[in-house]
């Protein structure tokens, strides 16, 4: 499809698909606070969607009192407010899960950190007024398509909770680092969730439904909840806020290294919280020292940087582990919790290295 916002000519790191498109970005390589828009990993359920006039309507029903239609220009007219934000997708690092699960096998790429734009969602519910039975609200983006397990076709749509609807930093956003969305990110209006996997935060944003009851649309349901057996949906649990995480940036994965001083650097994020320390390996976990961080603290959402040189004096081979921890007590488990649609992945990062 053309694509009248964007020139992309690098190519992308990973391709995991293409119809729809799925790709990652060399995380590793990113040292800007900021990942630069084109580096962005893209995640789609289904084709990228055809933009009408009417794409730049956004309509509020459901439980509330007034039935709203809010114009894209209108929209940008109203108080604004910036978050900078994780977006990561709950399949990120999936390929990790041992047993193996089925999906896209996401590497480390399937986070990004950007500046999102917008309007307060708070702002256009409390205009439209929401009744006193309201208890989620459903986002319905303008692509749609077949699924596998059920006859039909369906648009991408995903519910909050009211209360996470009504967080002041979740908003309707028009713009990305500084421009407007760019159309494979959600252009022209995207809900933007901070705090919660990507999958929250609906692209091509058209329609929001208020509603007095759990939604149970397929994306809600089926998709994006925590399985933790093979064979059966026995203890399930929904996916929602991001689990605390770390990677090392340098040295990747198989670098053969010099004996000496050595910088070494990597990226730590979290969910609930924010991060308060990342800690690091160099003898399979029996001791552990603390990186320094680097962070903004005016950005709750953001991921944090971390450094430490890290003086080698023998040759080997080592295996460097990282581990965050982060402000509400949780930290990166040995393991991952295994789960049959391998959502968040966040054991401690591991690099194999060796010094000649
Ligand atoms: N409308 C719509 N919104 C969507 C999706 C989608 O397929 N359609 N995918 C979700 C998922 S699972 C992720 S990880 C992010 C990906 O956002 P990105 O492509 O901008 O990185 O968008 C979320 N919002
Ligand atoms: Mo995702």
């Not at 390589?29 to 055809?50: K, L």
Request: aromatic content about 14%; some cysteine.
């Amino acid at each position: 499809m053309k694509d009248p916002f964007e020139n992309r000519t690098k190519p992308y790191y990973k391709t995991h698909s293409l119809h729809p498109e799925n790709q990652e970005t060399p995380i590793h390589f990113i040292r800007s606070w900021i990942t630069p828009t084109e580096y962005f990993y893209r995640r789609n359920h289904f084709p990228y969607p055809d933009l009408t006039s009417n794409s730049f309507l956004l309509q509020i029903n459901g439980e509330i009192k007034d039935e709203m239609v809010f114009p894209y220009r209108y929209i940008k007219s109203l108080p604004a407010k910036e978050v900078t934000m994780v977006l990561e997708c709950s399949g990120n690092k999936r390929s990790r899960f041992e047993p193996e699960v089925y999906g896209e096998q996401w590497e480390d790429g399937a986070v990004s950190q950007g500046i999102w734009k917008g309007v307060p969602l708070h702002k256009l519910l409390e205009a439209a007024g929401l009744k006193s039975t309201a208890v989620e609200v459903v986002f319905e983006g303008l692509d749609y398509g077949e699924r596998t397990d059920f006859n039909g076709v369906f648009r991408y749509a995903r519910s909050l909770p009211v209360e996470k609807a009504m967080h002041p930093d979740t908003i309707i956003a028009y713009q990305l680092n500084n421009k407007p969305i760019p159309y494979r990110h959600g252009f022209p209006l995207r809900l933007v969730v901070p705090q919660w996997y990507a999958m929250a935060s609906v692209k091509w944003l058209n329609r929001i439904t208020v509603i007095d009851h759990e939604f149970k649309g397929p994306f809600q349901t089926v998709d994006y909840v925590y399985y933790p057996n093979k064979d059966d949906d026995s203890g399930k649990k929904p996916v929602t806020t991001i689990n605390v995480d770390s990677i090392i940036q340098k040295p990747t994965e198989y670098s053969i290294l010099d004996k000496g001083l050595h910088e070494i650097y990597g990226i730590a994020w979290a969910g609930k919280g924010v991060i308060e320390e990342v800690e690091l390996s160099f003898d399979k976990g029996l001791t552990w020292v603390n990186a320094e961080l680097y962070r903004d603290k005016r950005e709750p959402y953001s991921w944090v940087f971390w450094k430490y040189r890290w003086d080698i004096k023998q040759s080997g081979e080592y295996t460097i582990m990282s581990r965050a921890r982060d402000s509400a007590g949780s930290m990166q488990p040995s393991k991952a919790e295994w789960n049959r649609k391998g959502y968040g992945y966040n054991a401690v990062y591991t690099a194999e290295v060796k010094v000649e």
